[in-house]
């Protein structure tokens, strides 16, 4: 019943490169090489991305026609196609002009020469790696960076559609970082000194928008919904979460009817906040005086956060707007991105439990993920419906975005295995996450980093993918191994 409020998707620009003399010399050469980037072209938009083929670039002056027209159509990513040898002239004045990350494409048709049938006509249409140097060459000589090469074939292999899928779903994150709208409401957690940051310095980094918002907004919401809405909404919480017997934590109850209600009536609230002010993501903490609405609503968001961060939109407690980012940036990965810091270690078996007490990301749950009435909310004000899962076995990764003592943000990225067996029934997600070499000494290097406490929580290996967004972005990144 949780789908998508926000297709993932990009606009990538696709152009391929030649040299205008062959044209003339080898009858046939040009339809043969059109034919072979139509073929990239659709294997691009198998992706889902909007493709932008700016057809074949074989002289400088079409060269920066093209880079006017690259400009107006707002690319995200740009796919050069090497499809056969091109002098650096026609590539030049494009990797000068546009200021979108640059991927060189050099898939070429034959897997190898039938030698024994080779001609010039044939290497010429699989010449598709014999101007990659030199182009590279000359983007570094005009102080610009390329992003990428894939080198393979075109036809039948798979690791290179894996490499032109990750790109499109790099574009899909870079499309969606432009011009987001990441919300902030209410205040920094009291004492959070890394939940701070500047909003301004936000906007520099990520390109994006950070709307300063009142819970009261949320509250002129809240009085508006109608009996019919809490009732689709409870309907949808019936379906896609358990709701068990508590166990051992005498804090947990099993979910009460009344607690149910006020998570569903607190999320449609939610539902028509996002709405109303076009968010992408939001992170707020609110606590307000007891018994008043404020900390009511304020303090039971969990239900309908964690149904809206399946849905695409990011949310998150303690007023965490970095890790909101990071939540964005793998959701529109399509890996997840859930709300975790760090819990105790089981040295005996080697993990460590990764999870939190807020918002989390349901797409990515092993098996149905279970809603406990808490009585008390640990470290905060309030009581209500909780969410309680771990995330899928197998891959994960982590993404935390932290800022230096030159005020520049930074990545830190990891990865680790999401293994089997129980997590404390604390109405509060824990995964059971093993790291390499040993838990204890990737957690050791992991914390020299300087992270902020909390980080996005994914499914996969994808550190190199996001390694590739923070240099697109001009962000200091590790990977911590």
């Given at each position: 019943m949780i789908e998508r409020k926000k297709k993932r998707t990009a606009r990538v620009g696709?152009?391929?490169?030649?040299?205008?003399?062959?044209?003339?010399?080898?009858?046939?050469?040009?339809?043969?090489l059109c034919g072979y980037h139509k073929d990239l072209c659709d294997m691009t938009a198998e992706n889902e991305v909007e493709i932008i083929d700016f057809g074949m670039i074989d002289t400088s002056e079409k060269a920066y026609a093209a880079a006017q027209q690259m400009q107006a159509a707002n690319v995200d990513l740009i796919f050069c196609n090497m499809i056969t040898y091109a002098t650096s002239s026609v590539f030049a004045?494009?990797?000068?002009?546009?200021?979108?990350?640059?991927?060189?494409?050099?898939?070429?048709?034959?897997?190898?020469?039938?030698?024994?049938?080779a001609n010039t006509f044939m290497q010429l249409e699989n010449d598709n790696i014999c101007s990659v140097p030199e182009f590279i060459g000359v983007a570094n000589r005009l102080g610009k960076k390329i992003s990428d090469c894939i080198i393979g074939t075109l036809y039948g292999d798979e690791e290179a559609k894996k490499e032109i899928a990750k790109w499109c779903d790099i574009a899909k994150v870079l499309h969606d970082l432009r011009g987001a709208r990441m919300g902030l409401m209410g205040h920094t957690m009291e004492?959070?000194?890394?939940?701070?940051?500047?909003?301004?310095?936000?906007?520099?980094?990520?390109?994006?928008?950070?709307?300063?918002?009142?819970?009261?907004?949320?509250?002129?919401?809240?009085?508006?919904?109608?009996?019919?809405?809490?009732?689709?909404?409870?309907?949808?919480?019936?379906?896609?979460?358990?709701?068990?017997?508590?166990?051992?934590?005498?804090?947990?109850?099993?979910?009460?009817?009344?607690?149910?209600?006020?998570?569903?009536?607190?999320?449609?609230?939610?539902?028509?906040?996002?709405?109303?002010?076009?968010?992408?993501?939001?992170?707020?903490?609110y606590e307000g005086g007891a018994d008043s609405l404020h900390r009511k609503v304020a303090t039971t968001f969990i239900v309908g956060n964690s149904i809206l961060n399946a849905q695409g939109i990011p949310m998150c407690g303690e007023y965490d707007i970095k890790t909101c980012i990071a939540m964005l940036i793998m959701d529109r990965l399509n890996i997840g991105g859930s709300f975790a810091e760090f819990h105790p270690f089981d040295f005996a078996e080697d993990f460590i439990l990764v999870g939190h007490d807020g918002p989390h990301h349901l797409a990515i749950a092993e098996g149905k993920p279970v809603l406990r009435s808490l009585k008390k909310y640990h470290g905060k004000p309030g009581s209500g419906a909780s969410v309680e899962f771990k995330i899928k076995e197998g891959p994960i990764t982590m993404l935390g975005i932290t800022q230096t003592a030159e005020n520049k943000f930074k990545f830190v990225i990891g990865e680790g295995i999401s293994k089997e067996g129980p997590i404390p029934p604390t109405g509060n997600t824990n995964t059971r996450g093993f790291f390499a070499p040993t838990t204890k000494e990737f957690v050791k290097k992991w914390v020299m980093e300087g992270p902020t406490h909390h980080y996005a929580l994914g499914v996969g290996h994808h550190a190199d993918t996001l390694a590739k967004i923070a240099e697109i972005l001009g962000i200091e990144y590790v990977i911590v191994r």
């Open positions: 696709v152009f391929a490169v030649a040299h205008a003399t062959y044209f003339d010399q080898f009858e046939g050469l040009y339809e043969n004045p494009i990797i000068r002009e546009v200021n979108r990350p640059m991927v060189l494409v050099a898939l070429q048709p034959r897997a190898a020469l039938d030698y024994t049938k004492a959070m000194y890394d939940m701070h940051a500047d909003p301004t310095a936000i906007s520099a980094a990520f390109g994006l928008h950070v709307p300063l918002l009142e819970v009261d907004d949320v509250l002129e919401l809240y009085n508006e919904v109608t009996e019919e809405e809490i009732q689709a909404k409870i309907r949808v919480i019936d379906e896609e979460f358990d709701m068990p017997e508590p166990k051992s934590d005498p804090v947990t109850s099993k979910l009460t009817d009344a607690d149910k209600y006020q998570a569903a009536k607190s999320a449609v609230a939610l539902d028509k906040f996002v709405e109303k002010y076009n968010l992408t993501g939001l992170a707020y903490y």
